[in-house]
């Protein structure tokens, strides 16, 4: 900038806010606070990546049990139609599964009664 006799005086100097949010910046640098930052921001990349793959194996997942649920409930329409035909002794299968979990023990009792056939 020139001075009222026309002289160049060099760059007008650095407001004092600048210089202090340069000296900010400057600390941060030296802290490696920027450093941690893009730590950071790659710690949270393999996450979402882990994420990511997680997600898609659950759904791979469940699309094995849909796979699954749908043959035991094919096979329990076969059975049910081979026992309408077919009876069984109720005492025979209660003997059978009476060592079984609760939750076998009452799926089988109810697939027998729904075809309607104990004798």
Request: with cysteine.
């Amino acid at each position: 900038m020139s001075d009222q006799d026309g002289k160049d005086q060099g760059p007008e100097p650095a407001p004092e806010g600048a210089k202090a949010h340069q000296v900010f910046l400057d600390l941060l640098e030296e802290s490696g606070f920027f450093q941690q930052i893009n730590n950071l921001e790659e710690s949270l990349k393999a996450i979402t990546a882990e994420l990511q793959s997680f997600g898609e194996n659950a759904k791979e997942r469940m699309e094995e049990t849909e796979n699954l649920s749908a043959h035991v409930l094919v096979c329990e329409s076969i059975l049910a139609v081979m026992l309408k035909k077919y009876p069984i002794d109720a005492g025979d299968l209660k003997a059978e599964i009476k060592d079984r979990s609760p939750t076998v023990q009452a799926l089988a009792l109810d697939l027998v009664e729904k075809a309607g056939k104990l004798f």
